[in-house]
């Protein structure tokens, strides 16, 4: 066996890599905050999934080469160099995407969240964390560092269309907030100093404030303000602000 340069053949094996290979060929990625990158590995089989064993990665690189995959010696041309161009330099189209910020949002509340965006807009990559999960749409994540790099971690996706995120007091009071503005903000009973969430969101953002059993939504110029029904759960409030919000925001 030879590299390219050593005398070896390329081949294409696109069609015949499993699905696992390629979510860890995604996660590394992720890991290492690359956009584009080009991955080594040594295995007998690449259409069986890496957990079965017999398979190494030898090498991570930053700038691979795109040429064996344009002429393979085998196989069809495979345009890596379309994606590539479309990812490093945007059209002139605002690329910023929509941010929900959350003081306080379990695991089981944010999987729900999830599932729901995704049914209204089944194509979207969905960046989503809270203190105790992240996850890339339905698949969830080991990213390592700070609260903050994991958050700059997601938002370095380059195929991310929607970022949820969880700031409760400790965080925001420790590192801040990372991003700076909100599409949508949800406070569940904030602490004074998540109420300050409120305070760096543009004029244009929708804010849903649950103190109690009151509810104040400020969205599209207007407050509304009125109290859960007994037994009413607050995430039915503010899913019904967050599909009006996020249906409005596709539609640009």
């Given at each position: 066996m030879a590299n390219l340069s050593s005398g070896g053949m390329g081949i294409d094996a696109t069609p015949l890599i499993h699905p696992d290979n390629i979510v860890l060929a995604q996660d590394i990625a992720q890991h290492f905050q690359l956009v584009c990158l080009g991955i080594d590995v040594l295995t007998p089989d690449i259409s069986r999934s890496w957990r079965e064993g017999q398979?190494?990665?030898?090498?991570?690189?930053?700038?691979p080469g795109v040429?064996?995959?344009l002429k393979p010696a085998i196989g069809h041309c495979v345009d890596v160099t379309l994606p590539i161009l479309h990812t490093f330099f945007e059209t002139g189209d605002d690329a910023r995407i929509p941010i929900i910020t959350f003081n306080y949002l379990p695991v089981d509340e944010l999987q729900e969240l999830i599932d729901q965006i995704l049914l209204q807009h089944p194509n979207w990559i969905i960046g989503a964390i809270c203190r105790d999960a992240v996850f890339i749409n339905r698949s969830e994540k080991n990213l390592s560092g700070s609260y903050n790099t994991k958050v700059q971690s997601l938002l370095r996706n380059p195929k991310l269309d929607l970022l949820i995120a969880e700031y409760r007091e400790s965080v925001f009071e420790q590192e801040g907030l990372f991003y700076d503005r909100s599409d949508i903000l949800i406070l569940d009973d904030p602490t004074d100093i998540e109420l300050t969430l409120s305070r760096v969101v543009p004029?244009?953002?929708?804010?849903v404030i649950k103190e109690r059993d009151a509810i104040s939504v400020r969205s599209r110029g207007l407050v509304e303000q009125y109290n859960l029904g007994e037994n009413e759960p607050f995430k039915r409030i503010?899913?019904?602000?967050i599909a009006a919000i996020l249906q409005a925001l596709a539609e640009k």
């Open positions: 398979f190494g990665i030898v090498e991570i690189n930053a700038a040429y064996m995959h004029e244009d953002a929708a804010v503010y899913w019904s602000e």
